[in-house]
């Protein structure tokens, strides 16, 4: 069968194996059918060789971790040939952690976890993949175009969780959200914040293109001045682009009693002039709080699927800039900047 495949740390070793094996019964039982798989940053990175690993005794990674799929067999009765399934991206690591033991995996304090296309596990960029059935997520028939968001939106789903977890610490009545970046992950950050009814504003640099259509489609606001020009005191503020301008900027705008939530990730190595003193005393004096959010738990994919079911689901397809045909796989991978969301289409 076909895979997508990379030599974990050589730069540019991406290729489509042509004969690679068919997936190992030890995968899991479930037996799926390719549909789709999304494309991310993260494939990028481990494209350019930055990271990556193999599972143990094999030299290439196949990569893809943003399935979508049909269930081929089920010999578990759990699901149904036929079945939309999605599956869940990190296992937890096998001592197991505290966290891990619980199933909260996204949470991992060892770092000995694995993940599909990542870390030590085959992703799903191939014709046919495996999946225990914990791991299996079942998805509406109407996610059948745009399944492959569920992964994004499990990560999502995980912020708004924490998010409202930590604003029981008080008397909490959250009104205004604000949102850095218009890229997948602020789209649906944005997305599940209108379902929660709350004012939704959304930044981004860009002022063409689809992104300012596709945020006040939600009936949120679309801004595209810096986060500090901004005339407004978010109670929550989910940061999304990882530019450490923008991140400490969104420490600096959220009001009193505030919640910052980073999912972006910076490169590093940048220096920036700061009033670190200030920032401080900020938090401190007005009770807010900074947390970094990344990954999800079996939980987060469900609620994030109940999410993309009750969406608009020709506002879900507009994300999808790109559906590349295995044919032309190479082009999927192809960063042009002017896209939202890239699928490799397994079906053409």
């Known amino acids: 069968m076909r895979a997508v495949t990379v030599s974990p740390g050589v730069p540019e070793s991406l290729r489509l194996v042509e004969d690679w094996p068919e997936p190992a019964p ?3 039982a479930i037996l799926v059918e390719a549909l789709a ?13 930055h ?4 599972p143990p005794g094999q030299e290439r990674l196949v990569i893809g971790h943003e399935s979508l799929g ?8 759990a699901l149904q040939p036929g079945d939309l399934v999605a599956g869940v991206v990190r296992h937890p690591d096998p001592v197991p952690c505290p966290n891990c033991a619980v199933g909260q995996w996204d949470m991992c304090r060892n770092g000995r976890y694995t993940e599909h296309g990542i870390k030590g596990l085959s992703g799903f960029a191939r014709d046919r993949w495996r999946v225990q059935q914990k791991f299996a ?19 999502v789903a995980k912020a708004w969780d924490h998010i409202e977890r930590i604003g029981t610490r008080a008397e909490w009545n959250p009104q205004t ?13 944005a997305l599940l914040a209108t379902q929660r009814g709350l004012t939704v504003h959304v930044l981004d640099r860009n002022t063409t293109g689809p992104k300012p259509d596709l945020v006040r489609a939600l009936g949120a606001t679309y801004h595209s001045v810096p986060v500090h020009e901004l005339d407004m005191e978010p109670d929550v503020v989910v940061e999304c682009t990882g530019a450490p301008v923008v991140v400490l900027d969104a420490m600096c705008k959220v009001g009193p009693t505030g919640i910052v939530c980073l999912t972006g990730v910076s490169s590093g190595g940048r220096t920036i002039d700061f009033d670190a003193g200030a920032l401080n005393r900020a938090l401190v004096l007005e009770n807010n709080v900074v947390f970094g959010s990344v990954n999800a738990n079996r939980r987060h994919w469900d609620q994030a699927a109940h999410a993309l079911a009750q969406a608009d689901q020709a506002w879900l397809n507009s994300l999808i800039t790109r559906r590349v045909p295995m044919s032309h796989f190479a082009m999927a991978y192809e960063h042009t900047g ?6 490799l289409d397994f079906t053409s």
């Open 70 to 77: 049909r269930v081929l067999e089920d010999p578990t009765g």
């Open 177 to 189: 959200v604000l949102v850095t970046g218009a890229g997948p992950i602020g789209l649906l950050a």
């Open 137 to 155: 997520v079942r998805l509406d028939p109407v996610l059948a175009p745009v399944g492959m968001l569920l992964e994004p939106a499990s990560v």
């Open 37 to 49: 798989v999304g494309i991310c940053g993260t494939d990028q990175e481990i494209i350019a060789g």
């Open 51 to 54: 990271y990556g690993e193999a």
């Open 338 to 343: 002017e896209d939202i969301k890239v699928v």
């Open 26 to 28: 030890e995968e899991g």
